[in-house]
Nanobody, 128 residues
Framework: QVQLRESGPGLVKPSQTLSLTCTVS??????????WSWIRQPPGKGLEWMGV???????WYNPSHKSRASISRNTSKNQLSLHLSSVTPEDTAVYFC????????????????????WGQGTQVTVSS
């Protein structure tokens, strides 16, 4: 059974960097043709895709967040990380990690539009 579990600070002050971890069990983050996404949901709003890291460690970002977001992984711990710098109250949201599929073809990655496993989410509030 694949399980994802997000963890993080809960409360972050404006202008600081938010750091979240997603711990994966029951699957490897290096398994070919899978990718691992970070998705958030601000209060009262829909889901927003932040970015993804592929099975071979290539990160891709939502252009809206590319300048502030960084996604990485620790293969020895089977963990993913999201770092979001210079946070504002607008970054307040529930943050999720989720698994999707990916194919590398013709020099680029193609990502699936569905997610088969999600974490339970972690609430992050940006406030002074």
């Amino acid at each position: 059974q694949v399980q994802l579990r997000e963890s993080g600070p809960g409360l972050v002050k404006p202008s600081q960097t938010l750091s979240l971890t997603c711990t994966v069990s029951g699957a490897s983050t290096t398994t070919t043709n899978y990718a691992w996404s970070w998705i958030r949901q601000p209060p009262g709003k829909g889901l927003e895709w932040m970015g993804v890291i592929t099975y071979d460690g290539s990160p891709w970002y939502n252009p809206s967040h590319k300048s502030r977001a960084s996604i990485s992984r620790n293969t020895s711990k089977n963990q993913l990380s999201l770092h979001l710098s210079s946070v504002t109250p607008e970054d307040t949201a529930v943050y999720f990690c989720a698994r999707t599929t990916t194919t590398y073809y013709g020099g680029r990655y193609y990502f699936g539009h569905e997610y088969d496993y999600w974490g339970q989410g972690t609430q992050v509030t940006v406030s002074s």
